[in-house]
């Protein structure tokens, strides 16, 4: 086996370009209980659970991941929500020294009933998806959703403490671009951040991604035209995809993710685990290391570590979407965003 690279014998992993790497997101499961148009086909079939990391095994991969600096975990799918034992998962993962934010990205249709629980288990903070307040295009998005759940679920988690309570709206032409103005006029009333992301092309639905796409600049000039004008919030963070703007006198904040018109590759800090156990190592990108048959073999914590850092150290800049590569091993579902 290659050495770990001279950066990654410590504490802390970088890649060759010198990015730190120490966020993990950590999919789940591959199952969701929607089917949206911009995320899988319709007729995706999941992978049965065996072949699926057990709690254990995201356990001491979490652990080994830890033990090289990574200090944030989100937890994905699918639907994160949908796994069995997410209460106790979460309390485990929270409790695993080095981790000092615990996030998850969720549709919200199972939070009315969890978020208490998973705050109290640990959860520091959710990411909800929500592309429209129209029931009935809620329902032509996602192929099955009910609004009205994920509403509740948005209350729960904020009953609960979850907090910041960022809300993800995935801006899909022909099916949204007008309703990003009513879920930014929620900022006006809530202290919430409302992220508009670009459509990302992946895997068998890529072509249809591709055609759809609204980029941020267009975005913001609809919501402008209809609430007034946008002002930067300074202080970006630039390892936060999302750039943020204000509606004058809003409680919340706009954030806009422009994976496709402006990438912002240089600020990455990010590593992803698959439900399966493959370490992707750009959302965009196939390049995957395996970690579940090495991890299955018996191979000790010190070899895990050596395979994580060595991977790391190998993530590549960034997508080439300019130069029409898109990467189709995966469904976003099948990664987690
Ligand atoms: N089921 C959870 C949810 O709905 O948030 C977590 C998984 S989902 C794949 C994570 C995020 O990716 C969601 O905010 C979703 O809207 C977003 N997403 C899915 N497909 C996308 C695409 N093609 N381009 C950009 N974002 C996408």
Redesign the pocket.
Known sequence: MTAIPPHNRSEVMYDSFGRHLHYLRVSLTDA?N?R?V??MPEDIVFRPPATLLQDDEILTLVRVAASLGVDKIRL?????TMRRGIVELVRAIRAIPGIRRLAM???GLRLAGLAGQLAEAGLDQV???IDTLDPTKFRQITRRGNLEEVWRGIQAAEAAGLQPLKL?C?VTRGFNEFDTVELARLTLEHNWDIRF??????GRVSEF?QSQVVSSAETRALIEAALGPLEVVPGHNGHDPARPYRLVGARGQLGFISSVTEPFCEGCTRLRLTADGKLRLCLLRDDEVDLLNPLRAGADFETLRQIMAEAAYRKPWGHRLENAEIARSRE??QI??
């Open positions: 969701c929607l949206c911009y995320c994905t799918g699918g639907e994160p990205t969720t549709n990411n909800i998806s993800n995935v992301i670009e459509l990302m092309p992946l991604q976003m579902s987690g965003g």
